[in-house]
């Protein structure tokens, strides 16, 4: 199925931004730049716009999700917008009891533990989606010319926050079912990649020009585990955008070790954090693939002269990719001084 007439990369409006070229590889004049979590916590517009609703109910409110998606672009003029929700979004759609614990993150009341417990899951309605659909297209009407990424959580990292039942440091309870259960393991992840699937391409269809996935928690796995027990399922979620034609970015944290393994799941361009120079990652990719990041989310509250020095040398390293869009080895940590991502934005637009 193409996508419709009216999409933003059919009708022209995003097709030959500056980000749209460089996730296909055609390096622009003006190298791009956006930041995870460019839209939420550090922002004091954010804040009070969120005063009195709970973080899964900001998601779901299409109204609200699009004005928070939209409020980085307005103040950093950054080049794309990442729309505004959580990774437990299609969890908790699926019929998932799931809320996000203030300091701690995505908590479930009842882990998935047991082979009956995953053959419980339930498939998620379609119709669950509307109010996703919604807040894309109220955010692309506002865009304009600049893009809107769609974003989804990997099947691992998903999986982890069930079984777990909350963050880990180092997802023991998960890769343990991996090991002891792999049969209910493998049904857990492919359930994990429908679900995760259709939230992506729900914000495809409605507008969205490229589509990012998220393995936070992918560091913990030998890049053996990952190929064998992984791969297969990030694969079948990104099969859900199968016959559109838009950049697809994969993003891992910690996944220096298993950055080609992930590539090879069919993304367009690797995300890369920020323990991995970007020369040292496209030696590892091979080559020929664009590159997002990676700047140290640390250095965000170090003093300017050091933050732009190590800025240039990430643009400096990224210009052995055939492509680079500036970004953050991770997400925008909330103490952040907004002022100072401004000030990156207008330093990377300013570097020939």
Known sequence: MPLPLNHPLVDGRTANSPLIRAYRGDRPEQTPVWFMRQAGRSLPEY?????????????????????????????????????????????????????????RGPVLENPIRTV??????????????????EGVQRTVAELGTTPLIGFAGAPFTLASYLVEGGPSKDQLRARTMMYSEPHAWATLL?????????????????????????????????????LRRVAPHSKRALSHLRGFDVPKVHFGVGSGEVLHAMHGIGADVMGVDWRIPLDEADRRLGGGVPLQGNIDPALLGAPWHILEAHV?????????????VVNLGHGVPPETNPDVLTRIVQLVHSIA
Request: with cysteine; hydrophobic share 45%.
């Open 190 to 226: 492919n359930w994990c990649a429908d679900i995760t699937g259709e939230f992506l391409k729900a914000q495809i269809t409605a507008g969205a020009s490229a589509a990012q996935l998220f393995d936070s928690w992918v560091g913990s796995l030998s890049e053996v585990n990952y």
């Open 312 to 324: 240039r040398d990430v643009m400096d390293r990224g210009r052995v990719a055939p492509a680079h």
């Open 116 to 133: 009956s417990d995953v053959a419980a899951l339930r498939p998620l309605d379609p119709d669950a989606l509307a109010p996703i659909i």
């Open 47 to 103: 804040r009070e716009l969120r005063v009195g609703t709970a973080m899964l109910d900001a998601c779901l409110n299409p109204e609200l999700s699009s004005e928070i998606t939209l409020q980085p672009v307005r103040r950093h003029g950054v080049d794309a917008a990442i729309f505004f929700s959580d990774i437990v979004i299609p969890v908790k759609l699926a019929g998932v009891n799931v809320e996000i614990v203030p300091g």
